[in-house]
């Protein structure tokens, strides 16, 4: 009788282990969620050990800062795979879509499947690796296609502009600025320290974002104030034109300095008087911009996905 009961008691609980067995998971820690799809710090570790493949692949890693780094992060490659999973919600691509993908690839390539995924091995990837980071080149191709190219766009004034502000430093450097110039007089001021503060003063006004024009027109008593139209270096003075060589198109600069004044200057538009440098050089630049400015317009497009999704980072940086 006691036989019979330890076997029923036996009976009774050895179900409930091998329930409980068969229900046991590897519980991962997600590091962040987009929406309701979860990215796991073990996606971190697959990133890492697919780089070269995603580099073969990915359409947009290798113009990324992370793309130049041995060693990022796990944040940065966090914050890629937060883009990357917004990529692939919007611009889903289908298992279809991906198997005539590698289908063309080996039409191509003229190998077979069992080629290709031996080619894979031998690089020391999984194919499962290879479909999964041809499912997200598709979904960013058309992102670019459709959301990024028709937006990056350079124009020729744009490019003589560079062209201009890049070789405005050099001393053979044959061509005129557009300079703006507030002036503060030492000669109207009690003591220069006064001349200073006043200069100083609109300095701030400058870096709270007022028009130069505007603060210009306030220090114009002080004469030599506001636009003082095209000049060349030999028309400039050698405090500003030092300055002038430091700074870009557009851009202002600090106070400077010398016996009689404390002025700010403004480079507006840069003319060269001879364009014989650019035809050489107009192809390297307008790849410079236009890459400049496809990784702005695909930041901007980022920034606000982002501000529309449901983002939320677990990993502790």
Known sequence: MKLSLRLVLLCAVTPAFGSLSVRAEVVEQVAA???????????????????????????????????????????????????ETMILEKFPASDGDVEQEINSIQANMRINRD????????????????????????????????????????????????????????KTFRGSFRLHLIRIDKKN??????????????????????????????THVDGGSGDLGFLSYSDMQPVIQQEVRRLGTGKTG?????????????????????????????????????DAEFRHQLRLWLDRERSKNLVKVNLRS
């Open 254 to 290: 600090g106070l400077i300095e010398d016996a009689s004044a404390f002025m700010i200057v403004k480079v507006g538009e840069v003319r060269a008087e001879t364009d014989s440098g650019l035809d050489r050089e107009r192809e390297g630049i307008r790849a410079r911009l236009m």
């Open 189 to 218: 001021y009690r003591t220069p320290t006064l001349a200073r503060e006043a200069a100083s003063e609109a300095l701030a006004a400058l870096n709270k974002g007022e028009s130069f024009q505007d603060v210009a027109s306030r």
């Open 115 to 170: 080629a290709l995924k031996a080619a894979i091995r031998r690089e020391g990837f999984r194919f499962e690796d290879y479909f999964r980071l041809m499912r997200s080149s598709i979904s960013k191709r058309l992102l670019i296609e459709r959301e990024i190219r028709n937006k990056a766009a350079v124009s020729e004034d744009e490019i003589r502009t560079e062209y201009n502000r890049i070789n405005a430093g050099s």
């Open 33 to 83: 969620v987009v929406n309701k799809k979860a990215i796991y710090k073990s996606d971190l570790s697959i990133f890492r050990n697919t780089l070269p493949l995603r580099s073969k692949v990915d359409p947009l890693f290798a113009g990324e800062a992370l793309a130049k780094k041995a060693n990022p992060s796990d944040q940065e490659i966090l914050d890629f795979l937060i883009n």
